[in-house]
């Protein structure tokens, strides 16, 4: 399995701001994913990190929201950019396990409130 | 893409019986579907997962089936207990490497 630590675990944001959540993976992996979950609801695919190009961001979401950063194969970073209330969610990071066939390794979140 | 549906979106049983969840997906490429359990405040935490070359699996109290033809996957909770309430999400992917692609929610309250 894989052991995924991401940080912040919570923070409280000042409108109009923007924060950086961190992912870090303790192997190494092709592909990293980053989900936003909004309070009550599922999990939305915001995009896929892969390392040494372009993120590729689902409909709905753009880079210039949600900047990610994949500098290596254990390390990613999804900025949330002028933050509305409307952002205020779970927001996690996913990696393939490596060895697991498809079994997929959620980190534990950060939880952001945005006042 | 790839499209999960999910039902019921909220389930309440009487402690003892068993719950049902059901999820079709879109892409017949899809080969691993795995569901997941929600309590309040944490992160999904995965229960169960099944993969297309099989058509049951089951794990002491919770099983998941699947059918390939009908495109259609469901979990089931026997002898449910006031801590299986909790929101329960479907998934499917083509691959690991594959984003997964998640079913709406199921609330489950189980009612001692």
């Known amino acids: 399995s894989a052991v995924i630590s991401q940080k912040p675990s919570r923070d409280i944001c000042q409108r109009g701001t923007s924060l950086t959540i961190q992912c870090q993976v303790d192997s190494q992996v092709t592909m990293m994913f980053w989900y936003r979950q909004q309070p009550g609801q599922s999990l939305t695919l915001i995009a896929t990190?892969?390392?040494?190009?372009?993120?590729?961001?689902e409909s709905g979401f753009v880079i210039d929201k949600f900047p990610i950063s994949r500098p290596n194969l254990t390390f990613s970073t999804l900025t949330v950019s002028n933050m509305s209330p409307e952002d205020s969610s779970i927001y996690l990071c996913?990696?393939?396990?490596?060895?697991?066939?498809?079994?997929?390794?959620f980190g534990e979140g950060s939880w952001l409130t945005v006042v | 893409g790839e499209n999960v549906e999910q039902h019921p979106s909220t389930l309440s049983v009487q402690e003892g019986d068993s719950a049902v969840i059901k999820c079709t997906y879109s892409d017949s490429a899809s080969n691993y579907f795995p569901w997941y359990k929600q309590e309040l405040g944490k992160r999904p935490q995965l229960i169960i997962d099944i993969r297309s070359n099989v058509g049951e699996k089951k794990d002491q109290r919770i099983a998941v089936t699947l059918n390939k033809t009908a495109k259609h996957f469901s979990l089931h909770i026997t002898e449910t207990q006031p801590e299986d309430s909790a929101v329960y999400f479907c998934?499917?992917?083509?691959?690991?490497?594959?984003?997964?692609?998640f079913g709406k929610g199921t609330r489950l309250s189980v009612i001692a």
């Open positions: 990190a892969n390392q040494g190009s372009e993120a590729t961001y």
């Open positions: 996913s990696v393939p396990g490596a060895s697991s066939g498809n079994t997929i390794y």
């Open positions: 998934a499917a992917t083509y691959s690991g490497n594959t984003p997964l692609v």
